[in-house]
């Protein structure tokens, strides 16, 4: 384990369903373990890689609405942190973003049944194909995809890559 963590230590779960106490228990004899968050939005609250993080897991925290980002920087600093919308092209894609905290989606709003008057903005997107070779990533342990309703365009740009997670 990392140093000054102690690995016998109660663990708290931060995730919604207790999706980080399933990965620990299958997962947590592995040493520097990574993951790939995917509409990570929030560096703690609901966080499935957050536990993970506090006993010496690293990886790459994704999330389009660059609100977000400092949070990540404060409380993940050895994390990559990324200010990204993922999808099957690299380019730019709109994101609406309801009044709903964590619904913030790429989708069409006449899909997703919010009003086009929420806030949209561009962001960059990019395909976990094409990013992640840039970003030096060989092997991922927990790929965790959480983006509202846009999951299949994640997984499109994703497919033909060399890397296969060990848990998605």
């Not at 966080?47 to 389009?64: D, F, K, Q």
């Not at 997703?112 to 929420?118: C, S």
């Amino acid at each position: 384990g990392e140093p000054g963590v102690n690995q016998a230590a109660q663990f708290v779960s931060y995730a919604q369903h207790g999706e980080d106490v399933i990965l620990w228990r299958a997962l947590g004899d592995r040493v520097g373990g990574f993951y790939v968050d995917v509409g990570a939005f929030d560096p703690t609250d609901d966080s499935v890689t957050r536990a993970l993080y506090e006993r010496g897991w690293r990886g790459i925290n994704i999330e389009p609405q660059p609100d977000r980002l400092a949070a990540f920087e404060r409380e993940r600093p050895e994390d990559t942190n990324l200010s990204l919308a993922i999808g099957d092209h690299d380019g730019t894609a709109m994101l609406t973003r309801p009044p709903v905290a964590g619904w913030a989606t790429t989708l069409d709003p006449a899909l997703t049944g919010f009003d086009p008057a929420d806030r949209t903005i561009e962001v960059s997107i990019r395909r976990l194909d094409t990013l992640l070779p840039e970003l030096g990533v060989e092997r991922i342990d927990v790929l965790k995809i959480d983006v509202e309703g846009a999951e299949p365009a994640v997984v499109r740009g994703f497919v033909e890559s060399p890397i296969r997670p060990l848990v998605c």
